[in-house]
């Protein structure tokens, strides 16, 4: 029984001094910077007749290459700060469903990805990349998953052979990243207080990169606005 | 086969010389240790290193790493790419750039285009990662190419190709900072029954027909979207074809090509997406299976004899017997527009004639049956050019249908119009003749034209010839990817060839034999009694 009590005494000690030490450094260190992605342009979505596969890719489908959410927002850009180490290590995964890139453009953190094929039909993995190891591995309908390994920080391209029209994005970033969603937004978290550097990039519409000042433990809001090439 | 065996091999069996006549090392300083009260294991070291077993295994591990760092030297060793220039800027700069970027003067007339060195990209390789061996390099200068304007380059002497091998890298000397890195292919498994149904199988499952077709004619639905990495576009092969595989038509070949896909194209690698490995020997064999290695071409076509009526459809069992002649086809480049990159490089004739009909049977590839639509696309066509009278004289007409003095007579077929006849004064001059009672019937199946035309045997009105038995008669093809943009004069063709109708076979064969069989034995038992009769 004493021994039972004592670890759990233990057990609760280092829990807690474990998130206290979380919070503060999450307060001390780090702010989140909400970047805001906006384009005056016209959207870019090409409409497309769909001739095979066609149960499982539908009989329609969308390249996108410039999506306009609300608000013009820009949607699918990737906002990053190189500067904030210790981002989530999470495996990134993209899926080809209903023949398309799901999500169209995953950001990671240099190491592992995993590619899903969940449409029971035959599709290959082909990446344009100069930095990273250039794949083209088939992915037939029995191999749902297939892991990948992209180590160089890269914007790579990827493509599908099969289906002419499905193009999706990895991100390779190093630092706090994510994509921005439908009205343009992107929120990096814990990023380190002071002067950080924030790059934004799109797939068409090119890179750019402002410094913002991170305060701890709030909100700092930075916009961007992308030109059409 | 490689050259520098030689050359590499003197250095290490110098050195082999030396570890085994020279003293073994050290031994004296090791002795002199021993008398200083040196630890046990020297004395141990030392008298093992006077055995000659020892030293022999010694030797040994010495010559093997030795030359294993050869061959790791290879990549730089082997040839002198300041040597190579001079022989790239002679013969290869005319395609692929004096720059290497594949943008030679000719490179526009090309498909596929010419390499484009400087990515250091390179289709057909023996290993895992995007890197190829030298000798990748090296075999693709040696055998050229099938099915492209790479020519095979063993006219020059093997030092010059290793010195375009290291001239050829040195467009890209990034792409060659890493190691190539050896494929390791699944253990061989040879062909049978279960192995070709299994790749069969595999071949279904892992979708292959997406590119290839069903059958493997290159007619898949993905076809007329696939691009390579340049962004031009690109033909998937037709692997009943192997003759025009790019990297060759061994097993060994394909197997590889199927493991580690083609770089820069849209073939991608299988090895990882197969069920079992050995899947990739069990395609292979299927692959093998649909088609022969090489195609043997005839230099004359028979026109079978028969009672029998001419059947009009084209899969009918009569044309499955009969004898087949297959005729490669040529790009027509001698007036413009020309066609450098003809589709239909061969056609495969049946033929047979009764007393009233001759017919043709006519097999060839074709990715699409088009009807075209005039601008960018043409009906596909066919036709069979034969004199429009067929004379003892070596005399005909000029093979590109015919000139302003003389005529030819063709039997044709268009998509979408069927068969007739026309008479032609050059390709600019063709005019359609009426009246001939022409028939015919055409089948497209999975990258196959299979057509029957069909004519009476003798002429029925002015410009048409009769069809003698026994007699050489003169023919030539044309035929038109209307798909790929082939009308007119960008057309696919051959020079005269000649056909020959069978005699027919008399009953006498039947008959006279055994007539001779009878008399002979009828002699031999006269022969037989009468010297019986003498004793």
């Known amino acids: ?229 | 086969m490689r050259p520098t065996n030689g050359r590499r091999r003197a250095p290490i069996m110098a050195h082999l010389r030396r570890c085994l006549l020279a003293p073994p090392c050290g031994v004296g300083g090791l002795r002199r240790r021993r008398r200083s009260s040196a630890p046990r294991i020297w004395t141990i070291l030392g008298a093992l290193s006077r055995s000659w077993v020892v030293r022999l295994v010694i030797c040994a591990w010495v010559a093997a790493s030795l030359s294993l760092a050869a061959d790791a030297s290879d990549v730089f060793a082997q040839g002198d790419a300041n040597a190579g220039k001079a022989i790239y800027a002679r013969k290869c700069a005319g395609c692929h750039g004096e720059k290497g970027d594949g943008k030679g003067a000719a490179a526009e007339l090309l498909v596929p285009k010419p390499r484009d060195f400087t990515k250091g990209l390179y289709k057909i390789r023996t290993t895992a990662n995007k890197v190829p061996m030298d000798q990748d390099l090296f075999k693709i200068i040696t055998d050229g190419m099938p099915g492209t304007s790479m020519p095979p380059w063993a006219v020059l002497p093997d030092k010059d190709r290793w010195n375009l091998v290291a001239y050829i890298k040195t467009f890209a000397p990034d792409a060659f900072k890493e190691a190539p890195k050896k494929l390791d292919l699944p253990k061989d498994v040879s062909s049978s029954e279960t192995s070709l149904k299994r790749g069969k199988e595999m071949f279904e499952a892992i979708e292959c027909h997406k590119c290839h077709g069903t059958e493997g004619r290159a007619d898949g639905p993905s076809r007329p979207e696939l691009k390579d990495e340049w962004g031009f576009p690109v033909a998937p092969a037709n692997l009943t074809k192997r003759w025009t595989f790019r990297g060759g038509a061994s097993r060994t070949d394909i197997a590889t090509r199927l493991a580690n896909g083609v770089l820069g194209t849209p073939m991608p690698a299988f090895l990882d997406s197969v069920e079992k490995p050995e899947d990739i020997w069990h395609l292979t064999n299927y692959i093998v299976s649909l088609g022969p290695e090489r195609p043997r071409y005839a230099t004359l076509i028979t026109v079978s004899a028969t009672k029998d009526a001419l059947p009009d459809d084209p899969n009918a069992e009569f044309w499955k017997k009969a004898t087949a002649s297959a005729i490669p086809l040529m790009g027509q480049v001698i007036v413009d527009p020309r066609n450098f990159n003809p589709v239909i490089d061969l056609v495969t004739i049946r033929a047979a004639y009764n007393d009233t009909e001759v017919a043709f049977h006519l097999t060839w590839d074709d990715p699409s049956e088009t009807k075209g639509d005039g601008k960018q696309t043409f009906p596909d066509a066919i036709s069979l050019q034969f004199p429009p009278q067929i004379t003892a004289s070596t005399e005909r007409p000029y093979f590109l249908m015919g000139d302003a003095s003389e005529a030819v007579y063709l039997l044709r077929w268009q998509q979408g119009k069927g068969v007739g006849e026309a008479s032609a004064n050059g390709p600019a001059k063709i005019a359609p003749l009426q009246g001939g009672e022409v028939s015919g019937k055409v089948a497209y199946t999975n990258g196959q034209y299979r057509l029957v035309m069909k004519r009476p045997r003798i002429a029925k009105g002015e410009g048409r010839p009769t069809f003698q038995p026994a007699v050489f008669t003169p023919v030539a093809i044309q035929a038109w990817d209307g798909g790929a943009g082939e009308s007119g004069t960008r057309m696919s063709l051959t020079s005269w060839y000649y056909l020959r109708l069978e005699e027919p076979q008399s009953n006498r064969r039947f008959v006279i034999p055994p007539v001779v069989a009878i008399l002979t034995l009828a002699a031999m038992f006269l022969v037989v009694r009468a010297a019986n009769r003498a004793r």
Request: hydrophobic residues 40%.
């Open chain 1, 1 to 229: 029984m004493r021994k039972g009590l004592t670890i759990g005494t233990a057990v609760a000690l280092v829990t807690g001094a474990a998130m206290w030490f979380a919070t503060t450094v999450g307060a001390q260190g780090g702010g989140t910077v909400e970047v805001e992605v906006k384009y005056n342009g016209a959207p870019q979505v090409e409409k497309l007749k769909v001739n095979k596969d066609t149960e499982k890719c539908g009989t329609e489908t969308t390249i996108e290459k410039v999506v306009v959410g609300g608000n013009k927002g820009l949607a699918n850009a990737v906002a990053s700060a190189p500067g904030a180490k210790g981002a989530s290590k999470a495996k990134a995964v993209i899926d080809q469903h209903g023949c398309k890139f799901v999500p169209h453009v995953v950001v990671m953190q240099p190491g592992e990805i995993e590619i899903k094929n969940s449409d029971d039909i035959l599709h290959n993995i082909h990446t344009y990349s100069t930095a990273n190891p250039s794949i083209n591995k088939a992915q037939p309908k029995f191999k749902k998953v297939m892991t990948e390994k992209l180590e160089k920080p890269e914007f790579v391209k990827v493509t599908c052979d099969v289906h002419s029209w499905m193009l999706g994005w990895v991100a390779v970033v190093p630092g706090v990243a994510a994509a921005t969603d439908t009205n343009g937004v992107a929120k990096l978290e814990n990023v380190p207080a002071g002067k950080q550097k924030i790059e934004v990039w799109h797939e068409t519409l090119g890179k750019q990169e402002k410094e913002v000042d991170v305060k701890a433990g709030s909100v700092t809001k930075v916009s961007f606005e992308m030109k059409g090439k």
